[in-house]
């Protein structure tokens, strides 16, 4: 199930922790599961539970309004949006004209989400704001622009996404005003997982837009301490840091292989909350 349904790249992707993500569903027995993510990104581990059945429906929200267009504009204006990806050229000129739309920030939800697309797939390791054109600007380099366009195979991860849109909803909040309007005014909290994946503590500010500074990190620890009833799951950078913020909860270390510039092993750290008890497996986060 590990395989990536979504259309985006992102650093630090979690689509590979979907097995991991059933298994916690299945062994605290959350049932007609309605799985949520307040920092989206790709939504790749989301995607895949909600393809394979683990889910009912999946939450997605964004504080970037660049992402979050994208997601309006991959469910609303599918037709449209399947035929720019059939249609706009895979240039250098082309990178520039979508680069200022999206810089700029004033053009609609089709434009400003396609324009986030083209960039993340067009740029080194899907990093937009400062990745840099796969292959350079003189596209000198081994990979080309397009090596990761690949149209058809892109078309379908739309159509894919589309057909569910009954089951997607999309949201452009801070992650807390997400969790405390989508989540804790619902009858049965009973029902939800929230999967919260901030950005990175050490890295953030060079992979994201919306990066965190330390206070920004500490308010989240310190609100997750207080919401009661509801199921959720941090993932982290292992940090002094983060280790310190979420001392009071059960953590576990993991690591991931990721592909930002260069191959590399990421080590991170799973926060449990209060309500959920780990997977008796555990070595299916071995998975570096």
């Not at 520039?96 to 939800?109: C, D, L, N």
């Not at 989540?183 to 953030?204: E, I």
Request: proline share 4%.
């Amino acid at each position: 199930m590990a395989e990536s349904n979504s259309p985006l790249r992102y650093p630090g992707g979690k689509g590979i922790l979907s097995d991991f993500l059933a298994q916690v569903i299945e062994t605290n027995g959350i049932k007609e599961c309605i799985y949520a993510e307040p920092y989206a990104g790709g939504a790749g581990a989301a995607l895949n539970l909600l393809f394979s059945g683990k889910v009912e429906r999946i939450l997605l929200n964004d504080a970037d309004k660049c992402v979050w267009s994208f997601w309006r504009a991959a469910l609303d204006h599918t037709d449209a949006f399947i035929e720019r990806i059939r249609q706009t050229p895979i240039t250098v000129d082309e990178w520039g004209r979508q680069r200022a739309i999206y810089t700029q920030h004033k053009r609609g939800i089709l434009d400003l989400g396609f324009a986030t697309f083209f960039l993340n797939r067009c740029n080194r390791s899907g990093i937009i704001t400062r990745g840099g054109i796969i292959g350079g600007v003189e596209q000198t380099g081994k990979w080309k622009i397009d090596a990761r366009f690949n149209r058809e195979g892109l078309v379908r991860r739309i159509e894919r996404i589309a057909a569910y849109r009954e089951q997607i909803a999309v949201f452009n909040l801070d992650a807390v005003e997400f969790v405390r309007s989508q989540v804790l005014t619902a009858n049965d909290r009973s029902q939800y997982l929230v999967y919260f994946d901030p950005p990175y503590y050490v890295q953030g500010s060079r992979l994201y837009l919306n990066y965190y500074k330390p206070e920004d990190h500490q308010q989240l620890a310190t609100y997750l301490a207080r919401i009661r009833h509801v199921h959720w799951l941090v993932t982290y950078d292992n940090v002094p840091e983060t280790r310190a913020l979420y001392a009071r909860f059960r953590t576990m270390d993991f690591s991931l292989r990721y592909s930002a510039h260069s191959a590399r092993e990421g080590r991170e750290i799973m926060v449990y909350g209060p309500t959920l008890a780990p997977p008796a497996d555990k070595t299916i986060l071995d998975v570096a």
